[in-house]
């Protein structure tokens, strides 16, 4: 198992940027693929962005292409999230997530949370 830690979150004006970071325990961080959820109040949380185990692969959701970058560094066990262009829309709390078995968009397959960052992007 791995312990995540996210950190980065707060409040932006639109257009602007922020970026997250998770930093998780354990050696065995390279083992996982990592990803980054969100959820709003009162919606389900969804997929944002993923990145494979080596970090030579990446998934993002379509709302987030081109904007949002994900990108890991395995000598220091974290994953990091850029994101630009920030909009309303993506306010939510923000988790990081591992999955040692599993790379793609959905949520139950990844088994390790954090406990969330909240971004709020005022207009």
């Known amino acids: 198992q791995v312990q995540l830690v996210e950190s980065g979150g707060g409040l932006v004006q639109a257009g602007g940027s922020l970026r997250l970071s998770c930093a998780a325990s354990?050696?065995?961080?390279?083992?996982?693929?990592m990803g980054w959820f969100r959820q709003a109040p009162g919606k389900e949380r969804e997929f944002v962005a993923a990145?494979?185990?080596?970090?030579?692969?990446?998934l993002y959701a379509d709302f987030v292409k081109g904007r949002f970058t994900i990108s890991r560094d395995n000598a220091k066990n974290t994953v990091t999230l850029q994101m630009n262009s920030l909009k309303p829309e993506d306010t939510a709390v923000y988790y990081c997530?591992?999955?040692?078995?599993?790379?793609?968009?959905?949520?139950?397959?990844?088994?390790?949370w954090g406990q969330g960052t909240q971004v709020t992007v005022s207009s």
């Open positions: 354990g050696r065995t961080f390279s083992s996982y693929t």
């Open positions: 997530a591992a999955s040692r078995n599993y790379y793609g968009t959905a949520v139950p397959p990844y088994d390790q």
């Open positions: 990145i494979s185990r080596s970090g030579g692969s990446t």
